[in-house]
């Protein structure tokens, strides 16, 4: 079987995982009627593509809070990577560092982000973490990643609780035994179970700022309201995000959120989307939108399910490839001459 | 099999109870349009979720004419309860006592309002009744019902004839001869093949108002001029109702009609809603809108098919944990804080 | 097999017909995307039901040109009856006259006018004519119309050339040799291949209008323009028609086209619709959108194939249920009451 | 099997072609959204049909670029033409010249154009050139076009990269052995895996201007903005398309572009439509929205594969019934007739 676009690795990963591993990585929230209006936002989505501009050379290198990258799309934190593949988060920090672009490492790693870092020491990381109840947990995960040197921290926001995936109810969902979250082990058990504190506010924003001196990243930001409070609040960076839709259903998919989100932003501080993206057309239209970057979830496992840190490159492959393609047919031979006037809504 | 959610019950009940009790449970008039778009109307309509508010202690109690309830989501009256279960009524009393929210028993119950109150003493009990030609069969059930503790009246004005349910005709429905309409014995009998009195107008709320201290409510209110019909003639509340889809077909969702009475209404009574309510975010959607309350139908007749008061309770609980989670995901704490700032049309 | 709504006849129709007869009346031309908007679009309207109003007293009567029928409903005129039933189209004269409404009369008719006529001698008929080439035909046609009592000339404009039916091309469609065009037999051998006269203009209007009293009405108008034209050139009635989808695909569905041509007309003769009445709720809708009344194509023909002159007064009198019914369950008791604050167009 | 409409031509070819050269006859880019968008977004217009006009004597003749055709449907270029048939080009240019229309002969042709030309010395041919990085090829091209009587140069310029077509990925796509790029023969072998230059541009429009006395059109315009740089750059006509949605997916259907392509030229150039004609309403819906005259691709190749040059005029033909039929019906006797009032956008 040629793979040939990301819908090949989809079709290979639901093939050949386990049952269980394959509907929790799919899962939605209720009737995943956002995890599915996701992709189906960017098809009503039209380009208006310019002819005769010289594209000979192309230039699809950008740069996140000052870090280059070969291409505007990086690895979304995702949990549980041994479940698509044994060597897990290592084999994603692998592909994410050969292919020259950001890996997001989950606090729910089934690596250590000691291991993650020693993986691919000199890639470009970023650590998404929770702020748990008890807030050492937090605490000594924000030193250690800052230590690893990771490069900022993503704060999640959008998992006060956890959304209900049906089939991840009905399968009974759990870790299989030999498979640890490394990155809780010992004194955190605890957090296994329950993420995130509900009690959580914007004030905590500021406790996590005099933690580190890391840029912070805000993850799941889904309104202009939400936007301006993160930029008051000093974050450095929004990941627009409705957590692949798998926390509150029929929110709107990310892609439609982003234009209101920019809008609000006004250049302030960097926005990045995730959700949705198949195919590096898709790359185009959020950064035509004012995204600065788009990160991965689910075709980043499929790529590990197909051959680990082979495949994910072979994912990111793809898409660098046709994101490249996209550009030059629609007229632009570098990121910077990507911007609204290429695209438009379609009626239908 | 696991009892995950609303359609799990759905496929039980579809699955278990006699062909002719399902039709007319599930059953629409004429093309079933409408009936089908008091579900699809529900998503069409988008959240827009707030993050990082405190939402570690939730409380999702209301009040509906000043009593509290557990959560705003009661039992909307329907007819035949012993087609789904065999103690009929008496099961739907119990559980809703049992929840802690409210039931409209329907004057076509199989079971008789004494019974009813007996099941459930200190439940909070609603009682719905049609005008009949014969006024003495209201006034008599007005009675019964203020006696008994039932403690609001609830007017249907939508079946002035029956509507015309196709497999009904089809399947010849009838109510199987050890089943009675137990509040319609002896001098009442004539009232059972034809419910209301087609020359019923608004005159006759005075008079029903004439006969009872008890709070009167107007169910199957579609328009904003009917809305302000009904204050100006003294109701205590609206339901918003289309009769789940059973009347007259191609009337608009009740989720779509909620805006324009709401509007209407501006607060002088308190305006429910029912029809289409299939998960907990729909009750959130609901309330966001303007109403204070949803009730239920053919779910709760699932919830009876599949064992009777206990099943009720499992779909009354899934309800209820599904709206609380709802309602934490988009940053709500508690029913005050519910409103139209948190949804929105979706542009498809 | 219960007849319990329109769909039951067709359903019908389609089993036991020849194949070509049946492709013949279901033939759309093209694509049929116009033959079968004509019914999606009804589905697109919504209705405004007003309730607490008195309908126990229905009168579903109305007047066209004058004269009154049961229920605002007569029969279009289609070709060949008698590919549906042996008696063909002196049953439809026959059925007409027992429910007491109007019968259009095709000049493809597979019985003469004058058996038509005998058929049902005090019966409301109207006769339909195309102006052939040779003008003598129309002109003897108008004369033995007028002459046997049929009481309006229906003047079908939308037919310069036949429409292209694909499956009537495929089954080589031709009426089987036992059947005649009995209206244009002996020297009229020549129309039977080619029915109108693509030369036709708006000054034939007024050649007709000096050959007859007779009312004449324009049938095939979808456009403000052509209703303007025809009010001018002293028409006494329109008939909003696309020919059942089976000229020009493509066109507006007649309800949409309708509300054009009642604005244009502003009143000052009357107008009609046919094309994809289905229940009574249809002719509810058609009528606030200001049509005097409709006219049925195909469900004749279906309830002739069920059964002649009995199928096709089971049709009729389905229909009038359903539309006394929908009117009653609208707030409406008698046709004055129905106008267009009655319906909205569908978001969707 | 009777060859009433394109669609049955399309059956055939995809029925009897080797799957190799079907697929790469249908293949869109990527998704293939804007390859079946071309064919639906003409299902979304509606026509406004005027009636009781003289269409007795049609006339449906037109002229592009000052040459009278037949009707205003050509042949649009399309490469490797043996793969439908053994003759290739030249039965196509047979077929072309027989029903007195346009054929614009492909660069990526199986027959020298010295061959297309002698297989229809005075029909009327247009030359398809990309600009090849290699001027030579191109400046080579047009001298040959020009002293072989093709009567204009058609400029592709959405080709700077080949678009992603991922059937053709998978199969492993190329010509078979013993077919020939004969255009490209010999010094030009280079060519012929890619096609442009990525780094043409606007001003390569006046050196290709310096090259010929051939009035020179561009084909693959969308926007607005580029079919001003067009005139601005003095071509004669101009294309619009997007080459089939074989190029950048998600691209705006063409007949929607039409619209705002035609807005900015107002007339100051010829403007042409390709993609999704597949009936004579078709072509009427693009001239009425200003469309001079409109190209078919894949239904010539199906034509092609049907009957080779017999087949294609078969296409043609009933092309060319359809459009004059729907011309008529619409009320229109002659070309000039067609304008923006006869065409609305349907709702849906």
Redesign the interface.
Known sequence: M?M??LSDFEAYAKKYLPKMAWDYFAAGA??C?TRDENILAY??????????????VMDIRTKILGSEISFPVGIAPTGFHQLAWPDGEKSTARAARAMNTCYIASTYSTSALEEISAAAPDGLRWFQLYIHRNRAVPQQLVQRAEALGFQALVLS??L??T??R?DD??NGFRLPPHMKLKNLEGAFEVCKTSPG??????N??YWLRSLTRLPIIIK????R??AE?AVRHGVQGIIVSNHGGR??????ATI?ALVEVVEAVRGRVEVYVDGGIR?G?DVLKALALGAKCVFIGRPALWGLAYKGEEGLQDVLRILQD?FR??M???GCANISEIGPHLV?F???
Do not use: H, N
């Open positions: 040629a040939v676009c209720d009737d009627i098809k009503r989505i039209r380009f208006r593509p310019r002819m005769l501009r010289d594209v000979s926001v959008d006060a609780y959304g209900k049906r109810v009905r504190d509900p009690s959580v506010s914007w905590d924003i799941g930001i889904l309104t309201e939400d409070l926390q509150l259903d029929e929110v709107p439609d195919k057309s046709e393609l996209s030059a047919l629609a438009q379609s009626k239908l």
